[in-house]
């Protein structure tokens, strides 16, 4: 949808082991990582919400704008 319009430029997309190995020395380290990454799907369904129109998708975002 963005187009030419997106401002994200990506640089380096290798794969990085010992960020990696930094996620994984802990189970706290672990479960933040996992709450921040749910938080950032949540943030994008909620942002996006008042834009969807059709019921289907409103129903799978989770979104309730009749209620």
Known sequence: MLG???IF???DLRFNRAGLARLL???DSILNAAVLLEDTGVHAYNGA???LTNPTYLLAAG???FG
């Open 4 to 6: 030419n319009n997106a």
């Open 9 to 11: 430029r990506t640089q």
């Open 25 to 27: 020395r802990s189970r």
């Open 49 to 51: 919400g008042t834009s």
């Open 63 to 65: 979104v309730d704008r």
